[in-house]
């Protein structure tokens, strides 16, 4: 099962595990013992048409993990089928004790600890103002979050200001962010990785971004303040030159 277990390295491990607990997605161990293998097998290659389409399972599956949808990865018919059998060839195997399969290491075991995150070099990391190591693409190029100013931000991707909650804290988020298994996203990262500092600063910022977002009452306020001023500026400077030509045509007469 090694061409399996090498394309869930690949696409999967970055949200799921096979006996190492929940990540962003569900613990995948004895997936195929709930689930029959046609279920799984168009699961894995069109989430984002079962969900469309209603299905009872994908919908619930949605529910419990908070509104996070798997999205389709572009996985093919062939690479399913080696996903389906290394799944059933992790399961667990009847006839032997829970205290056997518990000792037994797991097919995928959960990501290394992060180092500590600083909050600090994950907004210099976010906003580009510090280049990531392998030099992937920043993220305000795409993303924003309401801590920052809305220029400071793109809107080509989501706003990532609830990422922390939706991805399950640092760790979960570091392993989305390790994986990158977003189709718009997986190209560009592909031969740029973060590092796991870079991830654990990332994952810090965001943590404290959600748990602090902007006024964005002040910063509307304090927007259409300076713009007033502006505009009075520029009027002003247009009247007053008016009035030295209307003044100096006087004087002619």
Known sequence: MTRGR?????????????????????????????????WLDRFIREPDA???????????????HAGL??????ITESEAVFLVAYLASSAPKKGVSLSTQAAAPPAVTQAAPLPPGDAAGGRALFSGL???????????ACHSVASMAPPDGGSLGPDLTAAFKKYGGAQGLASVLAGMP?????????DHALTPQEQADLAAYLG??????ADMTLFAASLAVWGAAGLYLILHAIWRGRLGRVRASLQTR
Not at 182 to 190: E, G, K, L
């Open 208 to 213: 404290a971004a959600a748990g602090n977002p």
């Open 6 to 38: 090498t394309i869930f390295q690949a696409k999967c491990a970055a949200c799921h595990t096979v006996g190492g607990g929940d990540r962003a997605g569900p613990d995948l161990q004895g997936v195929t013992a709930r689930r029959d293998a046609a």
């Open 69 to 74: 949808a798997m999205p389709n990865l572009g």
């Open 130 to 140: 510090r280049s990531f190591r392998n030099g992937g693409a920043q993220c305000f």
């Open 182 to 190: 977003f189709p718009t996203m997986a190209p560009v990262y592909r």
């Open 50 to 64: 079962m969900i469309r389409d209603k299905d009872p399972g994908a919908l619930a599956m949605l529910q419990k």
